[in-house]
């Protein structure tokens, strides 16, 4: 049904596009370049993955495509809820371990698929509401991000929580009826498990610019703005014959918000235009820098979750398809990563007319998100009438409590008095104008007065 709804809502791709992209297919790739996945999207600054069912990997035929094509893994079941806590309490990684070494033998970076989603929970969590559910998934995301701690190069935190059609507004589950700020919560937790990793929000039916991919939009943005640590949008792509023609420009709208995307599960009905669209998806990643790489929802096609679509790049005996070929070639011309980075939109030009010190001021306050042993701090700080060249913000925690992450700040202390600075890019701010930090703790915090200073 999901499937279903996911082929319907995308675009005929246009006849001129079509064409190209059937002729660069018969075309061998240049001498010069790539003759695998791996090699020709590592020369362009992207990894090209696979998803992986580690029962496989004692599969010759397999293992072999694997290992020569991909450079990224994630696990296709194997790191989800119902797999890594069985019973509340009880984590196994077993598979998930797996997979990571032979991410590491084999030169792969790992995705990590999906610290909370609507579906695959366990039965025990299936059955839970209110602050049990919420306290149950905010410690299912900090032990899977800590057990796997150094070790994935992104998170998909949250995957699944827009609806389909045309609301724009989240799926109904369990989990958002926790309370809608459950997704900004999950983020603040594996930030704070695993500060290395990329965090990502992840979802389907989202190639395009959409009622569903605006919502998307819309909540990275004002996460972006109020400092939760959002850093990737996934993209599933699960594909039929056709692909929106707006996919590109959806990808660039959201690495224009300040975050990376990537291609998360491709995977692509058969048919005559399967190869035109794998190679149009290819070129789309690679025209925006800020696309870091391409992962496809399985290895050959008796492997998909899609059935009897051959929705992937290689038949079951490990042959190349046309799909491949396509894929290749797009890698083999497309643009490298820039290797000096444009400026970053969101980094706002200095202030000319800033200032002097001296005159300036500002406030602040704090609004405290708590569970049992631990809390979440927001603390909103507003320039005085004279705007502000930095500022820093003074709070003493109640004994017992500790700060364990900070986010657009920096935290000199970690109990007792703490004080929070301004980041590079949220000192100067107009008079009036407002910023947050916050920070991540273990304990309660109460009573927090915060005392904010300018310069
Ligand atoms: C699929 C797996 O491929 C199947 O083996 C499993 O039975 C169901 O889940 N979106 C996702 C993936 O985020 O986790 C799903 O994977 C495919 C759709």
């Not at 990590?112 to 839970?128: D, E």
């Not at 990502?200 to 569903?212: F, L, V």
């Not at 899609?306 to 992937?312: E, H, K, P, Q």
Request: net charge positive; charged share 15%; hydrophobic share 35%.
């Amino acid at each position: 049904m999901r499937l279903k709804r996911a082929l319907r809502a995308t675009v005929t791709l246009a006849g001129a596009g079509v064409l190209t992209a059937a002729m660069m297919v018969s075309l061998a790739p240049a001498a010069s370049a790539g003759t695998t996945l791996r090699a020709s999207a590592a020369e362009k600054g992207r990894y090209f993955g696979a998803a992986v069912a580690t029962g496989k990997l004692s599969t010759s035929t397999y293992v072999n495509v694997l290992n020569r094509e991909f450079n990224s893994v994630v696990a296709e079941n194997e790191m989800k809820w119902d797999a890594t806590e069985p019973q509340q309490g009880r984590f196994s990684y077993t598979g998930g371990d797996r997979l990571v070494s032979h991410a590491q033998a084999n030169g792969m970076s790992v995705r990590g698929h999906a610290l909370l989603w609507h579906a695959q929970q366990p039965s025990w969590a299936q059955g839970m509401s209110g602050s049990a559910l919420r306290n149950a998934a905010i410690n299912h995301v900090t032990q899977v991000a800590t057990h796997f701690r150094g070790k994935i190069y992104a998170w998909d935190v949250v995957n699944e929580a827009f609806a389909d059609g045309g609301s724009g507004g989240r799926r109904d589950s369990n989990l958002q009826r926790t309370g809608n700020d459950w997704i900004e919560a999950a983020f603040r937790a594996a930030r704070a498990a695993d500060p290395g990793a990329k965090l990502c929000y992840n979802d389907y039916n989202t190639d395009g610019i959409n009622a569903k991919s605006t919502g998307i939009y819309n909540m990275v943005r004002d996460f972006k703005s109020r400092g939760v640590p959002i850093d990737c949008v996934g993209f599933q792509s699960h594909l039929g014959t056709t692909l929106a023609g707006d996919y590109q420009a959806n990808l660039q709208r959201f690495a224009d918000l300040g975050v990376d995307v990537q291609i998360t599960e491709l995977d692509v009905m058969t048919g005559g235009n399967q190869a035109n669209i794998y190679g149009a998806v290819t070129r789309a990643c690679l025209a925006v820098s800020r696309c870091t790489g391409i992962t496809v929802w399985g290895v050959r096609d008796c492997d998909s979750w899609r059935g009897s679509d051959n929705a992937l790049l290689f038949d079951c005996n490990g042959n190349k398809k046309s799909a491949f070929d396509a894929v290749l070639n797009a890698l083999n011309s497309g643009t490298p990563i820039p290797t000096t980075p444009p400026p970053n939109p969101t980094t706002p030009p200095p202030n000319p007319t800033t200032p002097p010190p001296g005159q300036v001021g500002c406030s602040a306050s704090v609004s405290v998100n708590s569970w049992t042993g631990g809390f979440v701090a927001t603390v909103k700080v507003t320039a005085g009438s004279a705007g502000t060249r930095g500022w820093n913000v003074n709070l003493t925690l109640p004994s017992g409590a500790s700060v364990t992450n900070t986010w657009s700040a920096t935290a000199s202390g970690s109990s007792g008095s703490v004080r929070f600075t301004n980041v590079s890019y949220n000192g100067q701010l107009a008079p009036g104008q407002v910023t947050e930090f916050g920070f991540q703790g273990n304990g309660s915090a109460t009573g927090l007065t915060p005392i904010c200073a300018a310069s």
